[in-house]
């Protein structure tokens, strides 16, 4: 049976990120992104510094934008906010890990930029609904290429940072995280059974804030890489229509 037998339309092809120094491609399968896992971010957030048990939102796999590059500022928010993130990249799996096991399961890492509606999402919190519309939608994902733990070692300090027009925007040191990676690991393997191809965002640290049509910026993350990208206009929405 031929895929047009078999389905009713044309499957998408998997998101895919490439790899430093390979020809082959990292798919992703599933992302997901943890909260407030710097004490300076929950601060500024009006969150509790210490190590309250982390909690976890996703993306969609195809909001994943390789190597950054220029996107139309999206639709239904006056706020799009950046947040710089290290992204552990998985190449195995499994449910209920302790953290010592979790190591294993890291094929690489990636610089990643949690793009956020902020405005939405600040609507969402205080009707107690979820955040889905302001952190799961198109393109807001940027993340650079995977390098391979083999080449980059498992990088538990080291600068990351993020610039918007040149201006520094957001500087910390990974050795800040609230929960290292293995730890985020455990806990979110609890929760749902991790496996290959899973990108997991650790986390961003203070000083979130704006862009507008027309800023590039860069993030940074020391012996890891770098991705850089541009904010375009707003694409022209098409017109709503009453039935």
């Not at 040149?166 to 979110?188: F, G, I, M, N």
Request: negative net charge; glycine residues 10%.
């Amino acid at each position: 049976m031929t895929d047009c037998e078999r389905y009713v339309f044309d499957r998408a092809s998997r998101p895919t990120l490439p790899v430093v120094g390979l020809t082959g491609l990292f798919p992703v399968r599933r992302v997901y992104c943890v909260g407030r896992n710097y004490a300076s971010h929950a601060r500024e957030m009006g969150g509790d510094p210490d190590r309250e048990a982390p909690f976890f939102f996703s993306k969609p796999a195809d909001a994943v934008v390789p190597m950054g590059g220029a996107m139309p500022y999206p639709p239904a928010t006056h706020e799009l906010h950046h947040e710089v993130e290290l992204v552990l990249a998985l190449d195995a799996g499994g449910a209920s890990l302790a953290p010592e096991r979790c190591r294993d399961l890291i094929y690489g890492y990636a610089v990643g930029v949690d793009l956020t509606r902020r405005q939405l999402q600040r609507e969402a919190k205080a009707a107690g609904r979820p955040w889905d519309m302001a952190k799961g939608f198109d393109r807001s994902a940027p993340c650079s290429a995977v390098a391979r733990f083999q080449d980059v070692g498992h990088p538990r300090s080291g600068a990351i940072g993020l610039s918007v027009n040149d201006e520094v925007r957001q500087a910390a040191d990974l050795a800040d995280l609230v929960w290292s990676p293995e730890e985020t690991l455990s806990h979110l393997s609890q929760l749902v059974e991790l496996a290959a191809g899973d990108l997991v965002f650790t986390g961003t640290p203070a000083g979130v804030g704006p862009m507008l049509p027309g800023d590039r910026y860069r993030a940074w993350i020391e012996g890891v890489g770098e991705v850089e990208g541009r904010v375009l206009p707003p694409m022209e929405q098409p017109a709503a229509t009453v039935s």
